[in-house]
Structure formats: C-alpha cells, structure tokens
C-alpha cells in the first residue's frame, strides 16, 4: 500500500471535511515546498490552485475564480500529473474544472469533492465526517479567513 504524505491526507481532510480551501493550500504549501526543485508542474501546485480557486469562488471573486480553475484545466490538458498516484480521477478533475470555469457566478456557490478513487483514502475522509467536531469558526470567518490570517501572523510578528 502507497504511504501518503502527513501534509496530504491534511489537505483532502481540510478540502472534504472542514470546507476550508485557505487552509488546504497552507498545508499542501508544505509539501510543494518539500521539493528540491518545486516548481509549477508540481501535482500539489494543482491541488493548491483547485483550492484557492473554489476559495476565490465562495469570497465572490468570480474573476479569480475562474483564472484559476482554467489555469488547472489547462494544465491538465497539457500534461499528465499523475494525480492517479495521489488517489485522485485526474480527467474528471479536468472536466470538472472545465465545467465550473465556466458555471462561475451563475448559481449560488456550492463545494467541491475532489473525485477520489482509492478507497483507503475515501474512507479517511468518511471517518473524519464521521468524527468532524462542529467548526470554532463561523461562516464569516471561514470564508474571509485570510483576513484573520493576516491578523493572526501581524499578533505574532510584535515584540511584546
């Protein structure tokens, strides 16, 4: 059996369960980071633009949104990233990006599941929704969280 990444199984815990992207992209950030030559063909950069973007798209920053989402599938189209090796149908992200590329601002936002097709990782996430304690945070903070980031890290950076 693959051993997946401690930052990986974060990620798609963050991305199923908790719903929340900004923090999806501050684990996988980690793992992208972890390689000796990280660069934009990396399957993490993939994984991470999926999350900003659906980030972007539950803000109402439909122009990012969209950027991003075609970005993916783009990429996707161009080259192959083995996102199988990670438990994930790599075509059907590829026409699930497609279709919410272009879906952007037409309806009210709704999450996204990535298409998980390894089992032991399906059944990581049925347990964590299983299991899922309720959020300390609220819809608000969820949503602008990069905004409570900023703040949170401004906290840390002053001298006492």
């Keep these: 059996m693959f051993v997946y990444p401690p930052h990986y199984i974060a990620f798609l815990t963050y991305f199923h369960v908790e719903r929340d992207y900004f923090e999806c992209h501050e684990v996988l950030e980690l793992e992208w980071k972890k390689q000796a030559d990280p660069d934009r063909l990396s399957p993490w950069v993939i994984l991470i633009q999926i999350a900003v973007g659906l980030y972007h798209e539950r803000r109402g920053n439909e122009k990012g949104a969209r950027i991003l989402y075609s970005r993916v599938e783009n990429r996707l189209r161009e080259r192959c990233f083995h996102l199988e090796d990670l438990g994930i149908n790599e ?3 590829q026409q699930d990006m497609h279709e919410r590329s272009h879906s952007v601002g037409q309806a009210t936002f709704t999450d996204y599941d990535l298409p998980l097709c390894d089992p032991f990782l399906i059944a990581i996430i ?8 309720t959020s300390v945070l609220t819809y608000e903070q969820l949503v602008h969280k990069h905004r409570y980031h900023h703040n949170k ?8």
């Design 91 to 93: 075509k059907q992200v």
């Design 126 to 133: 049925q347990q964590a929704k299983r299991s899922k304690q």
């Design 153 to 160: 890290k401004e906290k840390r950076k002053k001298p006492n």
